[in-house]
C-alpha cells in the first residue's frame, strides 16, 4: 500500500511563504529569531514552526546549529566573524540595567562574540581605561539616570566601531539607541485610568532632569488637555530627588502634601515615575495611613519582570528586561548588516502588566 504525502494546511504554507520571505530580508549568515520568537510572532504552535524550518532547510534557505540557532544560508555563510563588544554601564542602585547587561553578555557569548561589560561611577576614570588602546567593534552605553557624558560619548566614537545607546533617547547624537516608547507608555496609563472611572489622576515624578521621566510627565499634560481634563484635575508632581539616593527623597511627604481636609486625596488615583522600588511605594502610602486599592488606584513607571519594582501587586507599565535585551542584540545585528545606514533612535513598545493596585473609581 502506498501512503499519500499530507498536504500542508493553509497556515502552514501561510507561515513558510513568510518565513521565506523573513530569509530574504536578512543577509547571507544572519541569526533568525529564535523557535519561540516566531511562535509568539506568527500566533502559531511550535510544531508549524519547526515543520516550516525544516523545509527551509530542506530548501537549502537556512541553517541550524544546536544551542546556537537557526541562520540564513548555508553552512559556509554562517562561519560570521567574531565581534569584540563593550557594554558600559553606569552604577546605579536600580536593577534594572544590570539586568540587561547580563542578558546581553549571555546572548553575545553563545553567538561565539567576544562580550565585557564594565561598570563605572566616574566618567573620567572610565575615559582613562578606554585610552589603553583596544578597539571593539560595537560598544553599548548604558548612562541609565545619570546625564549623557558627551566626552565620553565621543572618545566611544573613536574606540568603537558602532557605538548603541540603552534607555536613553539619543537623537542627534550620531549613533544608534534603544528607548523605551514614552508616548505609548502614557498612553497605557491614561487609558487604563480613564477607563476605570478615575477622573482625578495626578502625576508624581522626580525633579531630577531624567529625560524619560520629563518626556511621560509632559505627554501626561498634553494628553489630559486633549481629553480636556481640567488641569486641576490631573496635575503633575515633581518631587525632590536625594542624588546620593535612589529616586524621589521622600515619597511619604509628597504623597501627605497633596492631602486637603479631612486627610483625603483629591485624587482617585496617583501614577508614581521615579526609580524607586515597589517597596518604597507602598510604605509610603502606610505612613499617609493609605491603602491602595481601597484609597487611592496606583500605576508605576517601571520593570514589569522585576518583582521588586511591582511586588506582585502594582500595575506596572514599562518593558521587560529579556524585551529591552533583545532589542538592543537586533539593532546590533542589524548594525553591523548595514553599516551605511542613517543612525536612528529605536523605541520599544512597553505593556501595561495589571495588579491589584488599579481598581474601579469609587
Known amino acids: 500500500m502506498t501512503l499519500k504525502k499530507q498536504r500542508d494546511t493553509p497556515m502552514q504554507e501561510a507561515v513558510l511563504d513568510r518565513l521565506r520571505d523573513l530569509t530574504r530580508q536578512y543577509p547571507a549568515g544572519s541569526k533568525l529569531p529564535t523557535v519561540r520568537q516566531l511562535i509568539a510572532d506568527y500566533g502559531v504552535g511550535q510544531h508549524v514552526i519547526q515543520t516550516a524550518l525544516e523545509k527551509l532547510r530542506s530548501e537549502g534557505l537556512v541553517t541550524s546549529h544546536v544551542g546556537k540557532g537557526t541562520f540564513v544560508g548555508n553552512a559556509s555563510l554562517v562561519k560570521r566573524r567574531t565581534r569584540n563588544v563593550l557594554t558600559l554601564l553606569y552604577e546605579h542602585p536600580y536593577l534594572r540595567g544590570d539586568v540587561i547587561a547580563r542578558i546581553l553578555h549571555q546572548r553575545l557569548s553563545i553567538d561565539g562574540h567576544e562580550s565585557m561589560v564594565l561598570a563605572y561611577s566616574n566618567a573620567a576614570n572610565v575615559m582613562d581605561i578606554l585610552k589603553s588602546g583596544t578597539r571593539y567593534d560595537a560598544a553599548i552605553l548604558q548612562p541609565r539616570s545619570s546625564a549623557m557624558s558627551i566626552s565620553l560619548l565621543a572618545l566611544l566614537k573613536q574606540r568603537a566601531e558602532h557605538v548603541l545607546i540603552e534607555?536613553?533617547?539619543?537623537?542627534?547624537?550620531?549613533?544608534?539607541?534603544?528607548?523605551?516608547?514614552?508616548?505609548?507608555?502614557?498612553?497605557?496609563?491614561?487609558?487604563?485610568?480613564?477607563?476605570?472611572?478615575?477622573?482625578?489622576?495626578?502625576?508624581?515624578?522626580?525633579?531630577?532632569?531624567?529625560?524619560?521621566?520629563?518626556?511621560?510627565?509632559?505627554?501626561?499634560?498634553?494628553?489630559?488637555?486633549?481629553?480636556?481634563?481640567?488641569?486641576?484635575?490631573?496635575?503633575?508632581?515633581?518631587?525632590?530627588?536625594?542624588?546620593?539616593?535612589?529616586?524621589?527623597?521622600?515619597?511619604?511627604?509628597?504623597?501627605?502634601?497633596?492631602?486637603?481636609?479631612?486627610?483625603?486625596?483629591?485624587?482617585?488615583?496617583?501614577?508614581?515615575?521615579?526609580?524607586?522600588?515597589?517597596?518604597?511605594?507602598?510604605?509610603?502610602?502606610?505612613?499617609?495611613?493609605?491603602?491602595?486599592?481601597?484609597?487611592?488606584?496606583?500605576?508605576?513607571?517601571?520593570?514589569?519582570?522585576?518583582?521588586?519594582?511591582?511586588?506582585?501587586?502594582?500595575?506596572?507599565?514599562?518593558?521587560?528586561?529579556?524585551?529591552?535585551?533583545?532589542?538592543?542584540?537586533?539593532?546590533?545585528?542589524?548594525?553591523?548588516?548595514?553599516?551605511?545606514?542613517?543612525?536612528?533612535?529605536?523605541?520599544?513598545?512597553?505593556?501595561?502588566?495589571?495588579?491589584?493596585?488599579?481598581?474601579?473609581?469609587?
Not at 539607541?177 to 502614557?186: C, F, G, H, Q, Y
Request: hydrophobic content about 40%.
Open 167 to 362: 534607555g536613553y533617547a539619543g537623537e542627534h547624537l550620531d549613533v544608534d539607541s534603544v528607548s523605551n516608547d514614552p508616548a505609548r507608555t502614557v498612553e497605557l496609563i491614561v487609558d487604563h485610568l480613564f477607563g476605570l472611572g478615575h477622573k482625578r489622576v495626578a502625576w508624581v515624578t522626580e525633579d531630577g532632569g531624567n529625560y524619560f521621566f520629563a518626556r511621560t510627565a509632559a505627554l501626561f499634560r498634553a494628553h489630559c488637555h486633549g481629553a480636556g481634563r481640567p488641569v486641576n484635575d490631573c496635575p503633575v508632581i515633581f518631587a525632590p530627588t536625594d542624588p546620593d539616593k535612589l529616586g524621589i527623597r521622600n515619597l511619604a511627604s509628597c504623597i501627605q502634601g497633596l492631602k486637603v481636609g479631612g486627610g483625603k486625596l483629591p485624587f482617585t488615583a496617583l501614577v508614581v515615575a521615579s526609580f524607586v522600588d515597589g517597596r518604597a511605594i507602598v510604605d509610603a502610602l502606610h505612613q499617609c495611613g493609605l491603602e491602595t486599592p481601597r484609597d487611592v488606584a496606583i500605576v508605576r513607571l517601571g520593570t514589569p519582570d522585576l518583582e521588586s519594582d511591582h511586588l506582585g501587586r502594582l500595575t506596572i507599565a514599562g518593558r521587560s528586561s529579556t524585551h529591552a535585551a533583545g532589542t538592543v542584540l537586533d539593532r546590533l545585528q542589524w548594525r553591523w548588516s548595514h553599516p551605511a545606514e542613517p543612525h536612528e533612535c529605536c523605541y520599544d513598545t512597553p505593556t501595561l502588566s495589571v495588579m491589584d493596585s488599579s481598581a474601579s473609581a469609587r
